[in-house]
């Protein structure tokens, strides 16, 4: 079984590191300029041997879950987008500089919204105890 792993930050270079997270950020505030930055992006991934294909995949995963995200701040979609910002080498510390709003306050966090008092849920797509 193929363990789930993405990339480190640090394997790109810091010029490349700063082009992407300008880019994701203009494409957060003002969604479909990634295509027009999409050429340059390929010409860093071509010169540090990084595939743009599984990149560019990435990325526009990240952009559509964002768009997701939006419609309710949901905090286990928020969980979702920093690990897929991992798979296009955004770190933690990048992540929270991004203009991405923060979870809902009303709602639980994923913690306790998987807790039931009942001991019956939906657990892994199965449903326990009902």
Known sequence: MKKFSCPEPTLISTPMKRFLLEMIAEELVRPGSFENKRNRLEMYCRAERI??????????LFFGMFEDYLRNL???IYRF???Q??????GESDFDSLP???PFAGSL?????CL?????GIVGGHLIGL
């Open 51 to 60: 595939n743009f294909l599984v990149l560019e995949s990435d990325l526009r």
């Open 74 to 76: 949901d905090p286990l």
């Open 81 to 83: 987008l920093k690990l």
């Open 85 to 90: 910002a991992a798979c296009c080498f955004v």
């Open 100 to 102: 991405v709003p923060k």
């Open 109 to 113: 966090p994923f913690d306790l919204a």
């Open 116 to 120: 039931s008092t009942f001991g019956s």
